[in-house]
């Protein structure tokens, strides 16, 4: 990268120095080329670098979406009080007996309809479709 930089400078000096009007300012200004000849590649590679990443993370998206379809054929599978139960406590984080109060039912009926979603939504998700 610095070779290039040198060489483009190089060749910027050549252009311009028909117009340096005080030959003893040379150096201040050659040194000023080569600076912003250096500015300009690291922004190239910071450029490139920040490019490269967003092409990664791009790659990486559909992947995430994939998944999120499969979670949401998965809980769509579950019957209405099963989905209902995995809902409250995976997505909103209720307990066994908070679900049971909001779905109006003895914590035991909670309890069985959250371990049957469970074991359906991970069968679902590895693909196992029982």
Same mark, same amino acid.
């Given at each position: 990268m610095a070779l290039?930089? *040198?060489?483009?400078?190089?060749?910027?000096?050549?252009? %311009?120095? @028909? @117009?340096?009007?005080?030959?003893?300012?040379?150096?201040?200004w050659a040194f000023g080329i080569l600076r912003r000849r250096c500015i300009d590649r690291i922004r190239s590679a910071q450029n490139r670098r920040s490019y490269e990443a967003t092409v990664? $993370?791009?790659?990486?998206l559909p992947a995430v979406a994939d998944e999120r379809v499969a979670i949401d054929q998965a809980f769509a599978a579950l019957s209405p009080? #099963?989905?209902?139960?995995? #809902?409250?406590?995976? *997505?909103? %984080?209720?307990? $066994?007996?908070e679900i049971a109060a909001v779905q109006d039912v003895p $914590? @035991?009926?909670a309890k069985t309809r959250l371990f049957h979603a469970r074991q359906k939504l991970k069968a679902?998700?590895? %693909?196992?479709?029982t």
């Open positions: 290039v930089a *040198v060489q483009d400078t190089r060749i910027s000096i050549l252009r %311009g120095i @028909g @117009g340096l009007r005080e030959p003893s300012r040379f150096a201040p990664e $993370l791009e790659q990486s009080d #099963q989905r209902l139960a995995a #809902q409250l406590h995976f *997505v909103e %984080g209720l307990t $066994l007996a $914590l @035991g009926t679902a998700l590895e %693909g196992d479709d």
